[in-house]
């Protein structure tokens, strides 16, 4: 069964309701200043393991941590995957209501536009954690900005909702985030119009 948990609102963004590779560095263990700069509508995916359907969203945020990129200092990135949805037990509200310090109204239940978290500061606490015998950064919990975080995102802001854009992919979305969204039902169920010329028509010059 799939889990219809969004709606479209006019082109405002993805709306929650209640109903990579290890060969890169990873960003330390520890508390890190942090902005949120990525937020990307990866569609209804497929969990073979529970046998069921969840829209899925993915929430990347740059760090208080540099790494060389072509001789240039960059923010590290790190990005956590959610199920959309504000329900009790969902890490999606559980982080946001954490971030936020406090609980969402019946109203921001009802519909809350996740646009407006992005650019947004906060603290990132990350946990190294061993898996298959490798190692993975993981996002163990986000907290309010510090009183003296300040300062703007370095990286550039990236959204896409498959709703607002269908398939017309934003300029520099990942290509490993094209993959994911092409294997979402949305994108198996998509079909292009395809426009067909008339008989007599064809080769009519005007």
Excluded at 61 to 69: A, I, K, S
């Amino acid at each position: 069964m799939k889990l219809n948990i969004y709606k479209r609102k006019n082109k405002m963004g993805l709306i929650a309701k209640e109903n990579g590779s290890t060969d890169f560095k990873k960003v330390s263990a520890g508390v890190h200043e942090s902005n949120c700069i990525s937020i990307w509508d990866i569609g209804t995916q497929e969990n073979k393991k529970f046998e069921k359907f969840n829209r899925k969203i993915m929430i990347q945020w740059e760090v208080d941590e540099l790494v060389d990129v072509e001789g240039v200092e960059k923010p590290m990135t790190i990005l956590k995957e959610y199920t959309l949805s504000l329900n009790d037990k969902s890490n999606l509200r559980a982080d946001l209501v954490s971030w936020r310090g406090r609980d969402f109204t019946e109203a921001e239940l009802d519909g809350f536009d996740l646009k407006d978290i992005l650019g947004k500061p906060c603290q990132l606490n990350v946990v190294h954690r061993e898996n298959g015998g490798k190692t993975y950064a993981n996002i163990l919990a986000i907290m309010p900005k510090g009183k003296s975080q300040s300062g703007d995102p370095v990286n550039n802001l990236s959204f896409y909702s498959i709703d607002d854009s269908g398939f017309d992919y934003p300029e520099g979305l990942p290509e490993w985030i094209i993959k994911k969204v092409e294997q979402s039902d949305e994108f198996k169920s998509f079909s292009p119009k395809v426009e067909t010329v008339s008989e007599g028509e064809e080769g009519c010059p005007f």
